[in-house]
């Protein structure tokens, strides 16, 4: 069964540093994998994806994540974090289940002082 | 384009009271539609799915059910809310595209007193 794991339940960093958001997956088949961002009281906002083309994805708000299958890894990252970055951000696996549901982390919130 | 409405955007209810929250997609036909349930510290877990009208997939067993009587309409209910029932119901829809990807609605904040 796909699962994904997000190491570090919390993240603070300062403004204008490198963002990093650990997610390791597991997997049986190739992955479609997720980011989403939420803010306080607000649903999800998919960030970016990967569908298995190019390994590296780009996404909103600045942030990419690069597939690396050889570390079962889906890392976020954003060069220079902004204060509007802070909120919790969700790593998901499709569930290949034919029924698009996916399976998410328990999330990483992200903390950024000034 | 498509849009996702909830509601209510918090409710407050006592233990044993009925529950009803509604949710509405608009801009696509016979989407795949979804309920997830937030707690603190845990993630997201999926409660029910539904691929077409009266058709209701349950992934966990718990004091809750759903029902979709229109296409585009999904509704989370119960009959007795226990405290253990507390938390953040989002929903979500998807167009059942090899992707995956699921749109969130902005999420209803239940608290049983």
């Known amino acids: 069964a796909q699962s994904v794991t997000q190491l570090g339940s919390h993240v603070s960093v300062s403004e204008g540093a490198l963002v990093l958001l650990r997610c390791n997956y597991s997997s049986s088949v190739p992955p479609y994998l997720f980011w989403y961002v939420q803010y306080p009281n607000q649903g999800l906002q998919l960030l970016l994806k990967y569908t298995s083309a190019a390994t590296l994805v780009k996404g909103i708000n600045g942030f990419e994540a690069e597939f690396k299958k050889s570390e079962t890894s889906f890392h976020l990252t954003k060069p220079s974090a902004h204060m509007s970055d802070a909120a919790e951000y969700f790593c998901?696996?499709?569930?290949?289940?034919?029924?698009?549901?996916?399976?998410f982390g328990k999330g990483t919130m992200l903390l950024v002082s000034p | 384009s498509q849009t996702i409405h909830q509601w209510p955007a918090t409710l407050v209810q006592p233990v044993g009271s009925p529950l009803s929250l509604e949710c509405t997609v608009e801009g696509t036909s016979n989407p795949n539609l979804y309920w997830y349930r937030q707690a603190a510290g845990r993630g997201l877990q999926l409660l029910f799915y539904s691929v077409g009208i009266g058709q209701i997939s349950s992934e966990v067993p718990q004091n809750l059910s759903a029902s979709r009587p229109q296409d585009r309409q999904f509704i989370l209910s119960s009959k007795k809310l226990l405290l253990s029932d507390s938390g953040f119901y989002l929903c979500a829809w998807g167009q059942g595209s090899f992707t995956g990807e699921l749109f969130f609605g902005e999420g209803s904040r239940l608290t049983v007193l």
């Open positions: 998901a696996v499709r569930v290949n289940s034919g029924y698009s549901t996916l399976t």
